[in-house]
DNA sequence: CATTGACTTAGAGCGCGCTCAAACCTTTAC
DNA sequence: GTAAAGGTTTGAGCGCGCTCTAAGTCAATG
């Protein structure tokens, strides 16, 4: 009933290894988390929350120290509103230019593949 | 009128430093290039239209072991077209990903700057 | 004829983002 | 009571993709 998870389970859910997730609580990324009574880490919905949009952040090529900054505005409370928007914004510029840019690659690629299925064909007439 | 080029040349045209450049050359991704009389690289246009569209595949984040890949397989002759075709479009199939996925995020970061904003106007109420 | 500047090589060094090793602690299962 | 399964920490190591250093060659310039 109660969605707390163990390291390991978060691992699975976020696809990366318990490893990779203390590294990022180490580096400041992921808030230092609950403990249980053995001292293990206890993850609430939340922090799954959190971690979630991070690596929607980190999927989309934003660089680790640039995450770090958000993370630390957005510890700093409401007053960091405005500039963890602006990043945010920024963001979504450099996200439109990579998909602008990608379109255009594919368009090169597709260009190229049909050059060489034009090849091939020619390849096959070769021997009489 | 004739269009070669120096490394330092092509390194503005690419808008690489030419210490990358040579080792590209290197590791075996760009090909071993002409040399002038005192044995500095000599860049001819196919050179270039080469190194271009090797850019345009890591601007489209094939790993570099892949370009290579590629580039060996070129260097092979017509009998690997097939294979290069099939790498391509395996690429294309990549990229093609990216961009979705980069579209979805694109959306998520929409929303997230929108909550901002409301969030945003609430602060500004706060003492009356 | 010495200096400047652009090039050459081989190889060392670096920043990023993990990834793993070692040593140790708990809880659960037999 | 002991072994296995899972967690903890600190810190070292690694793969990628450059990036830079050192020492040297060569060509044109003052």
Redesign the pocket.
Known sequence: MNPEL????L?KRLD????????????GLFDP?G????????YAEKDVLWAEFLLRL?ATG????QMLRYAELRRSGDSTLAERRELLEQHRRDVQAQISQLSQSLEVLDNKIQIYHQLEQKEHHHDP
């Open positions: 163990t390291i390991s389970k691992a990366l290894s318990a490893h990779t997730i203390r590294y990022y609580e180490r580096i988390v403990r249980g009574g053995n001292g293990h880490r206890v980190k934003m660089p680790i120290h």
